[in-house]
């Protein structure tokens, strides 16, 4: 079989009867080249009890179609849930499954585990697919109507309601554009989670699960530009798959996780402004900015109700006012969610995450990288992380001590110091990287502890009033208990940074000496 196929595509996601209407859509029937038409297939999941070939990026399926038995072998990719590696043939009757595809690290990898292999997962799903012309290019838009299961759950199926459009032949950014036109016309979203890792959720009994970001490895030689690129797509994919829990139940998670992958976009376009002249990326930066702001409210007030009013109570009274000041804060917070969800849910928030997994997956923006940016990674990271630092000491030393929210700005420049030592960081031994990022952690913790006790009260006054005397009294003690904390935590910020500025930065040339490429 050889090499596989590059399969791209994108994938939306939206109510049954939404994504089923679909094949009616007059913008559409517009562009069809030829008839749609249905079928039912039924596609089984094979790997490990341990999951050997998941953790490789290796899915293997065995599909019915028509009478015929379709295998296929799918490679993820740093684009994964938009671009991956494919290969695939008809089994013949009486022929041994799985069979050889050609590519020699993936038949050894199966033919090691072949004896091992069970179902993982099935999916039966009503496709309805049709080829359509746009642009000068030819895609096929397929509708998938159904339900994933997984071994050991009882019966239960999660539902399938997807629209892929997968990308066959012209101007590879015009499936973006594709993309867009199919958001501007339909009320649906982007998806990045597979089928299979649809079932393999469900059986995991977590549907709505908020994983880690997948972080891509770097190697040291490859251009810097390359680095980027690949943390561009997979911020992209995990803003894709956060929107999900957020949407669909409001996770409390969701928006906390929105915020964080969106500021860590912000962060990976400052490390590597210097290496790409155009302001494409910067434009896609601040629409993520306007962004984060509109959700803080609704995690303002996740923290205040679940983290803030059961410390203060539980270590001290609960007073008369409590259940009042907290049915404020509860209203309050239900308003901040319909506003967050709202925002999540808009055409603008889909726009803005394909133009962000666009920049990721295509990189139009390569066509204006610098010296800086076509040469090693190992060479540029030192210089990228010498500025993130010097922006957090030029923070520092313009803080104001007297004002607690004066030390805001610091918060945030350390935030952005870390995103890059984070991503930038494996280039460099563990043990070398310990004590500058214990260092900066304990900081953090510090400033955090100040920022949170400053949004407390604010929002105890904001919850208190027209709450009646009791809930401002209790909002009165709320508030008094966080500045108390507040005080001792900007106390600790001095002698945390006091320690964090005296250690060496792990990426320094008296650092790095154990790696493969000392710094000049």
């Not at 109507?145 to 309601?161: E, M």
């Not at 490390?271 to 995690?299: K, N, Q, S």
């Not at 010498?386 to 805001?408: F, I």
């Not at 920022?451 to 005397?469: F, I």
Request: hydrophobic share 45%; charged share 30%; aromatic share 6%.
């Amino acid at each position: 079989m050889g090499r596989g196929a590059f399969e791209l595509e994108l994938k939306f996601t939206g109510a049954p009867q939404d994504v089923a209407g679909l094949q009616n859509a007059r913008f559409l029937k517009a562009l069809a080249a030829g008839e749609g038409r249905w079928a039912r297939l039924r596609s089984v999941y094979y790997d490990t009890a341990g999951g050997d070939l998941s953790d490789d990026g290796i899915a293997l399926r065995l599909r019915e179609e028509s009478g015929k038995r379709i295998q296929t072998v799918k490679r993820a990719t740093a684009a994964g849930a938009v671009v991956r590696e494919e290969f695939e043939c008809e089994i013949e009757d009486g022929a041994a499954f799985p069979q050889a595809v050609g590519d020699d690290d993936i038949d050894e990898l199966i033919r090691k585990h072949a004896d091992d292999l069970t179902e993982i997962a099935e999916i039966r799903v009503d496709r309805w697919a049709q080829t359509v012309k746009f642009a000068g290019s030819e895609f096929e838009i397929a509708v998938d109507l159904g339900a994933a299961s997984a071994p050991g759950v009882g019966g239960a199926r999660a539902p399938i309601a997807e629209i892929e459009i997968e990308f066959k032949s012209g101007e590879m950014s015009d499936l973006f554009n594709l993309g867009r036109l199919l958001a501007d016309n339909a009320p649906v979203r982007l998806a990045a989670r597979s089928k299979l890792e649809t079932a393999q959720d469900l059986g995991a009994g977590d549907l709505y699960k908020i994983a880690k970001l997948e972080k891509p490895v770097f190697d040291p030689d490859e251009p810097a530009v390359d680095a980027l690129q690949a943390m561009l797509a997979a911020i992209a994919v995990r803003i894709i798959k956060i929107q999900e829990p957020l949407l669909d139940i409001r996770a409390v998670e969701g928006v906390h996780q929105m915020r964080v992958a969106l500021r860590r976009f912000r962060a990976v376009e400052r490390t590597f402004r210097r290496a790409v002249e155009t302001d494409v990326l910067y434009a896609l930066t601040r629409r993520a900015r306007a962004i984060a702001h509109a959700l803080g409210p609704a995690r303002d007030l996740d923290v205040f109700l679940g983290e803030t009013l059961p410390d203060v109570f539980s270590r001290y009274h609960t007073p008369p006012g409590a259940d009042a000041l907290r049915a404020g804060a509860e209203a309050m917070r239900a308003a901040a969610w319909a506003d967050a969800h709202a925002i999540v849910a808009d055409k603008a928030f889909t726009h803005f995450v394909l133009d962000l997994l666009e920049a990721g997956v295509l990189a139009p923006w390569r066509a204006n990288a610098n010296e800086k940016g076509l040469g090693p990674l190992h060479a540029f990271a030192p210089g990228a992380l010498d500025k993130a630092l010097k922006r957090a000491r030029k923070a520092e030393a313009a803080m104001d001590r007297t004002e607690l929210a004066a030390r805001h700005p610091l918060r945030i420049a350390l935030k952005k110091q870390r995103y890059a030592a984070q991503m930038l960081g494996p280039l460099y031994p563990r043990e070398t990287r310990k004590p500058y990022m214990r260092a900066l952690s304990r900081l953090q913790e510090a400033l955090g502890a100040v920022n949170d006790a400053v949004v407390a009260q604010r929002l105890a006054e904001e919850t208190g009033s027209g709450a009646g005397a009791d809930a401002m009294r209790a909002a009165g003690f709320v508030a008094g208990f966080k500045a108390a904390e507040a005080e001792a935590a900007a106390a600790e910020i001095d002698r945390a940074w006091e320690l964090f500025d005296k250690t060496p930065p792990f990426w320094r040339e008296e650092n790095a000496r154990d790696t493969d490429h000392p710094l000049p």
